[in-house]
């Protein structure tokens, strides 16, 4: 790797720590440029050249995280070879927990800091599309028994809902045992958890 690109790497990742760590004591809206720049030990000039401001860096983050989820049902040899229901389910999640994992105090920080409403509709906005699409694509339709719209906000709202739970404990199952925790949860209705003594 040349030697600017890593210190490009570097640079952005002192920056995003800082915006995370600032957005949780301040929240978005009321954190400035400075208070970034002075957490990551830069100085402005430097914030500059990679962001036009805070609402720039934000969407940048955003957006990196947007494409890299599209990118799970699209990259060969994970979501996109599913041949069935089951296998698109334990493809997602295991790809999804990894993934959402690795950027756990940004997500959180969005979801739960005061970081930016808008971010977890547009995950389950996305998620819904991606997930719809591949289903289509092997030839999977939804029972009519309900409305679609509900069964859709049902299963990636409650999935979305567990991935935060999980995300937000002390000490998270790795992402693997959370993977298998998500197919048990899609396999059982809520009612079928509740055991007769």
Same mark, same amino acid.
């Given at each position: 790797?040349?030697?600017?690109?890593?210190?490009?790497?570097?640079?952005?990742?002192?920056?995003?720590?800082?915006?995370?760590?600032?957005?949780?004591?301040?929240?978005?809206?009321?954190?400035?440029?400075?208070?970034?720049?002075?957490?990551?030990?830069?100085? /402005?000039?430097?914030?500059?050249?990679?962001?036009?401001?805070?609402?720039?860096?934000?969407?940048?983050?955003?957006?990196?995280?947007? !494409?890299?989820?599209?990118?799970?049902?699209?990259?060969?040899?994970?979501?996109?070879?599913?041949?069935?229901?089951?296998?698109?389910?334990?493809?997602?999640?295991?790809?999804? !927990?990894?993934?959402?994992?690795?950027?756990?105090?940004?997500?959180?920080?969005?979801?739960?800091?005061?970081?930016?409403?808008?971010?977890?509709?547009?995950?389950?906005?996305?998620?819904?599309?991606?997930?719809?699409?591949?289903?289509?694509?092997?030839?999977?339709?939804?029972?009519?028994?309900?409305?679609?719209?509900?069964?859709?906000?049902?299963?990636?709202?409650?999935?979305?809902?567990? !991935?935060?739970?999980?995300?937000?404990?002390?000490?998270?199952?790795?992402?693997?045992?959370?993977?298998?925790?998500?197919? /048990?949860?899609?396999?059982?209705?809520?009612?079928?958890?509740?055991?007769?003594?």
């Amino acid at each position: 790797m040349h030697q600017n690109d890593l210190r490009v790497r570097k640079t952005r990742a002192k920056i995003k720590r800082a915006l995370i760590e600032t957005i949780n004591e301040k929240g978005f809206g009321n954190l400035t440029v400075s208070d970034i720049t002075e957490r990551a030990g830069i100085n /402005r000039g430097t914030f500059y050249i990679h962001y036009k401001g805070k609402q720039d860096l934000l969407e940048q983050l955003e957006e990196a995280i947007y !494409s890299d989820i599209i990118q799970l049902f699209h990259d060969n040899g994970t979501i996109s070879s599913a041949t069935s229901y089951e296998d698109l389910n334990r493809q997602f999640f295991q790809k999804f !927990s990894a993934y959402i994992y690795g950027e756990r105090d940004f997500i959180l920080a969005m979801v739960l800091g005061n970081g930016d409403p808008m971010f977890y509709h547009k995950i389950k906005q996305i998620l819904t599309r991606e997930l719809l699409k591949r289903m289509e694509y092997l030839g999977i339709k939804m029972s009519d028994e309900i409305p679609h719209e509900y069964i859709e906000e049902y299963a990636i709202g409650s999935m979305l809902n567990l !991935s935060i739970y999980w995300l937000e404990k002390d000490n998270p199952e790795l992402p693997n045992e959370f993977a298998k925790i998500m197919m /048990r949860t899609r396999t059982k209705a809520s009612l079928a958890f509740a055991v007769k003594e």
